[in-house]
């Protein structure tokens, strides 16, 4: 796998906080790698290592192969940054921003009125480029940050929670963009703490805690490394009843409280195990397949939370045996990248 | 270094002053009080008015000049001579003041600027260099400060040959020792002050911070451009020529320092020492 940014060990502080605290991850070429974390997570701190703006005190950075701190100029001109305050020169008309950006990341002079229209008509920003920023709105204000980033035609672009400010419409109309810009052979890494808007989009995930990565790896993956065993909840008029699931074929395992959580060698039997139930008379009164998203895997990443809920899991609080029987184990809450 | 792209910063720095109103029309009044408006009713009062006892207070402290700028005083009657006297050296260390006074608080707020509006974040991750950075800032307020000079000293002379000239027989100004002040020994002046003041400039937490620190550290050196300048005017050209020198070695020594202080983490706010 080709990888545009790689981050190995990399360690950081600002006085006395720990921004950065051995992390790892890498962002492949032409995928949407998104980190997710809290406030304070070290997201931004990423950005700026892997523009070298910053240079961290321990680890490595490399971006397209090279140390952003020597290379600074071979690194930066090749990427597109928009900060998580759009950054914008409110006394200088919107034309007068991207013209600065342009003459700074060396656009060629005979197309950069081109592609200045061209990167404000992708945003929808055109109509706007002649008056002074300072009286933009804020969704105004990041699509012409985003308009920015795109100017000198980057391969990396780096958004540090590129939505803020923007209305739904505004929002998913930015998320689309991105995900355009990677069909276009371009690599984005993006910073967001909007668990809704990193669902669906991100091809790659880095969760991150306190300058960690806690979890990282392709979505898909990591929910089927997490989430191993196909689950669906069921409920009955008498839950007990629920018990008989597990000598049905294909079950695994149940976890039942006053539901049940039922564990399938795959999805594809619910229906014949909701069929066998029914011919016994068990009154069913839900039955909802369970698919993990992005949000399980935060909070499973965080506080393990989601992951003691997965009795097939290794890490699990308790495991059950195909036929039922219960096997205790010790707890974990730490997952780690390479669990 | 990419000179290039240090105008572009410095240009894009000079664009935003244009547009800021409340920032040029002060010191647009600075400069006209100190070059027209102050040396106006002063000259005036002294050539047309000719109040003879305010005339003779101000021939008497002439003698207070040394010889060789005494030498240089042209006119026939005590009023031409003292007005002569006026113009050549009284107003000349305003010359000195006002680009300092208007260079000082545009530089002030030049890189603590982009740090409190955020664009620090947007120059930090672009492939201007420090160095870029720093001289392009550099000259974005040091345009401005020598461009109101040269203006007001164009006013100045107009208004000197018009009002001083008919008492001295014809237009003197600008005198030899004025050009060289104005073309030798205010630029260093200027860059001396400019790189203390980026220097704050880049550290301090806050654009009030910077001009209070400004203010406070660009006043020594405003007296000593002064008294240099009017050395420089008193004691023939040879004088201002070394002052000149002089000013711009400790210029060139300092700005060859201070873009150190200009660095990324400093645009960003997450220095240690911001």
Redesign the interface.
């Known amino acids: 796998m080709d990888l545009t940014v790689h981050l190995d060990a990399v360690s950081h502080r ?2 006395e906080v720990q921004a950065l605290d051995e992390l790892c991850f890498s962002a492949p070429t032409a995928k949407i790698t998104v980190l997710l974390g809290p406030n304070g997570a070290g997201k931004t701190t990423t950005i ?1 290592a892997i ?4 240079a961290p005190l321990h680890g490595t950075v490399r971006t397209f192969g090279l140390d952003p701190a020597p290379e ?2 071979n690194v ?2 090749r ?1 597109g ?1 928009v ?1 998580a ?8 008309s919107g034309h ?1 921003n991207l013209l ?2 342009a ?4 656009v060629d002079p005979d197309v950069t009125e081109a592609r200045i229209i061209e990167c404000a008509t992708r945003f929808g920003i055109q109509d706007a480029l002649e008056h ?1 920023v300072g009286g933009y709105s804020t969704g105004m204000k990041t699509r012409l940050a985003l308009s920015r980033s795109l100017l000198h035609d980057p391969d990396l672009l ?1 958004f540090d929670e590129p939505t803020s400010g923007l209305d739904p419409e505004s929002s998913q109309a930015v998320l689309d963009l991105i995900r355009e810009l990677t069909n276009e052979g371009k690599t984005v890494v993006m910073c967001t703490h909007l668990l809704s808007e990193a669902e669906g989009l991100a091809d790659h995930v880095v969760i991150m805690e306190s300058g960690r990565s806690l979890v990282e790896g392709e979505s898909e993956a990591l929910m089927k490394k997490f989430w191993p065993t196909p689950t669906f909840r069921i409920a009955a008029t008498v839950p007990d009843q629920l018990d008989r699931l597990v000598h049905l074929p294909g079950v695994l395992g149940i976890n039942r409280l006053e539901d049940a959580q039922v564990f399938v060698d795959h999805l594809g039997r619910i229906p014949a195990l909701v069929a066998h139930l029914a011919a016994d008379g068990v009154q069913i009164t839900r039955v909802e397949p369970h698919e993990p998203t992005l949000e399980d895997l935060y909070f499973a990443a965080r506080t393990g939370a989601g992951l003691l809920d997965n009795p097939l899991h290794p890490h699990s609080a308790t495991q059950f045996q195909p036929g039922g029987s219960e096997v205790a184990t010790h707890p974990t809450t730490t997952v780690g990248a390479n669990s | 270094m990419n000179w290039r ?1 240090m105008w ?2 410095a240009q ?1 720095d000079l ?2 002053l244009i ?2 109103r409340d920032y040029w029309i002060p010191m647009a009044a600075l400069g006209a009080m100190f070059f027209l408006i102050v040396p106006a009713i002063l000259l005036l009062t002294i050539t047309q008015i000719g109040d003879v006892e305010m005339v003779s207070q101000i021939s008497k402290t002439l003698k207070v000049l040394p010889q060789a700028a005494q030498a240089q005083i042209q006119g026939s009657d005590p009023a031409g001579r003292t007005a002569y006297a006026l113009a050549v050296f009284l107003f000349a260390p305003v010359a000195v003041v006002v680009p300092l006074t208007i260079s000082t608080a545009v530089g002030a707020s030049t890189i603590v600027g982009e740090r409190e ?6 120059l ?6 420090a160095r870029e950075i720093y001289f392009g800032k550099l000259a974005a307020s040091l345009i401005p400060g020598y461009f109101t000079t040269i203006v007001g000293f164009g006013a100045y002379s107009l208004l000197v040959n018009l009002v001083v000239g008919p008492s001295v027989g014809g237009w003197f100004f600008p005198t030899p020792n004025w050009w060289l002040m104005v073309l030798w020994v205010i630029p260093p002046f200027l860059a001396i002050t400019l790189s203390i003041v980026l220097r704050l400039s880049a550290k301090v937490k806050s654009t009030a911070a910077a001009s209070q620190a400004s203010g406070l550290v660009s006043l020594p050196v405003i007296m000593i451009a002064y008294s240099q300048s009017t050395g420089a005017l008193f004691g023939g050209l040879i004088v201002g020529a070394i002052i000149g020198a002089v000013a711009w070695t400790i210029a060139a020594l300092s700005l060859s320092r201070g873009f150190r202080s200009v660095t ?2 400093r645009l ?1 706010g ?1 220095a ?1 020492e911001v």
């Open positions: 600002f006085g700026r523009t070298g703006a910053i600074s100029n930066r001109i990427c940054v900060s305050k759009p950054a914008l020169y409110d006394r200088l007068d600065y950006s003459q700074l990341y060396e002074q780096l | 792209r572009i910063v894009t664009k935003q547009q800021a509006r955020g664009t620090g974040e947007f930090a991750h672009s492939p201007a260099t990324r983490a960003l997450v240690n």
